[in-house]
């Protein structure tokens, strides 16, 4: 299911596409070779089964079956190519959305392995950004960062918080070029890493929170 992201009215915004997978979709994503493909196709725009191969260290017949998953549960789809012996892919869609906190059963396990998915993959991009930062230009330098700040909050507060610093990003996001197509001088894509959740060993596993 894809869902467009609302916008405000001005024609300085555009839409962002979204998609929302069901349990089963979100059981195909959740393969880190997947999780890659999609995030090239997002990023860089259409390529073909050898391309990516070549990209990730795969044979081209384990990319092509990785591919047709993510085509099947509607993540991507064919592109226009410059030849017709070769088959493009580009992705269907800027954002994947997942609302654990609404799950229960089946639908939440598969969430969170989902989200350590993303984890892992996530980890991986922070060390080579690391490895990178060096060698990156001064301006690229003053505009990255590495923050952690704790802050004491109730959950409406942290939640509040959270949708807005959400917002915030949706909004950028919705006044930049859309992903996968060429970038104006100078731009380039930018990652931000949104990550927020209460200490680590301050709240009993499994209790809810108690009334004021």
Not at 22 to 31: E, G, I, M, P, Q
Not at 102 to 107: D, Y
Not at 134 to 139: D, F, G, H, S
Not at 174 to 196: D, Y
Request: some cysteine.
């Amino acid at each position: 299911m894809k869902t467009p992201v609302p916008t405000p009215a001005s024609s300085t915004f555009r839409n962002v596409s979204r998609v929302v997978p069901d349990v089963t979709a979100l059981k195909a994503l959740a393969h880190p070779v997947r999780l890659r493909m999609l995030g090239m196709l997002r990023i860089d725009g259409p390529a073909t089964a050898t391309q990516l191969a070549t990209r990730l260290g795969l044979n081209s017949g384990a990319t092509s079956y990785h591919l047709r998953q993510l085509a099947q549960y509607g993540f991507i789809e064919d592109a226009p190519g410059p030849s017709r012996r070769d088959r493009w892919w580009r992705a269907c869609h800027e954002i994947t959305s997942v609302q654990p906190a609404e799950t229960e059963g089946e639908a939440f396990d598969m969430d969170v392995a989902f989200t350590q998915a993303i984890l892992s993959l996530q980890v991986d991009q922070m060390q080579k950004a690391v490895e990178e930062y060096a060698e990156l230009p001064l301006a690229w330098r003053k505009a990255s960062t590495a923050s952690d700040i704790i802050i004491p909050l109730t959950s409406d507060k942290a939640e509040a918080l959270t949708k807005r610093l959400n917002d915030l990003l949706m909004e950028a996001m919705r006044e930049a070029p859309p992903l996968g197509e060429p970038l104006p001088s100078g731009t380039v894509p930018f990652t931000v890493m949104l990550h927020a959740f209460p200490y680590p060993g301050r709240l009993p596993h499994g209790e809810e929170e108690s009334e004021p």
